[in-house]
């Protein structure tokens, strides 16, 4: 039987984030450049993002290109440069035909001219799309976000448009790159490694965290309804007990 068969609908996270990690590993196994991993994680891309929506989830971010990434050789910089920008203006209408509205998230100005082109162009053919959100983490990191949103709320306590007693958790959500999006309930991880790598470290305050052996070329759509079946059996208390939410049913 499927995972998807065993879900129980009414507890579908409405949130979900991925860690694509193992494409170069799975490129290297079958004796080829690590970007040729890349290009075949376009077709899982593809898988989760069905997926999501054959089951109601409205928020995919996927952490496309982490601040750290620059560091790799420039030859896979810049094939993962030209690959993100191919890929969208192919994917437009795909995204248009099933309701897919784009979103990024992440330091933009340090991507290349013709890529954020690409992108400002993708977000606005897709502004109407209401069935699923696609947030695209590009040259991003938790704590590059973090320190943009305290070097903000720091300005403009400077300005007098807020005192410092008026800074709460709250405050912070709105300075986020991720304040018009609710928190992700649950992260998912391919390839085998346990880390957020400084993703969303502030958002996943309380994700599950779901860990799979599987690299990203190969996650298909049962992978990702396997990740919500794991996390629907998970108790999430948020710092209560157990009796207490019982006791609150």
């Known amino acids: 039987m499927s995972f998807k068969d065993q879900l129980n609908t009414t507890n579908i996270p409405e949130h979900v984030a991925i860690i694509m990690d193992g494409n170069g590993r799975w490129a290297e196994k079958q004796g080829e450049h690590r970007v040729f991993g890349h290009t075949k994680g376009v077709e899982s891309v ?21 601040t750290e990434n620059w560091n790799r050789p420039k030859e896979e910089v ?11 203006t192919m994917e437009v209408e795909s995204l248009n ?57 720091v300005d403009d306590v400077q300005k007098g448009n807020m005192s410092s007693d008026d800074i709460d958790s709250e405050t912070i959500d709105k300075y986020l790159n991720t304040a018009n999006f609710p928190e992700p309930e649950l992260l998912i991880r391919t390839s085998g490694e346990r880390r957020i790598s400084n993703f969303l470290l502030w958002q996943l305050a309380y994700s599950e965290l779901y860990f799979t052996e599987t690299l990203w070329p190969d996650f298909k759509k049962e992978n990702f309804f396997e990740a ?15 009796a207490q939410l019982l006791s609150n049913e």
């Not at 309701?99 to 340090?110: A, C, K, T």
Request: glycine content about 4%; charged content about 30%.
């Open 97 to 153: 035909e099933n309701e897919v509205r784009l979103h990024v998230i992440g330091d933009l100005e340090s991507l290349p001219e013709g890529c954020v082109e690409a992108l400002d162009q993708s977000m606005e053919d897709t502004k109407h799309n209401e069935r699923v959100n696609l947030i695209l983490a590009l040259s991003y990191s938790s704590k590059w976000e973090i320190t943009r949103a305290i070097k903000n709320i």
């Open 46 to 66: 593809r898988e989760a993002l069905t997926a999501a929506g054959e089951i109601g989830v409205k928020y995919l971010t996927l952490y496309a290109f982490s």
């Open 78 to 88: 810049d094939a993962l440069m030209d690959l993100l920008v191919k890929t969208i």
């Open 228 to 242: 919500i079946y794991n996390y629907q059996q998970r108790e999430r208390r948020f710092g209560k007990t157990s």
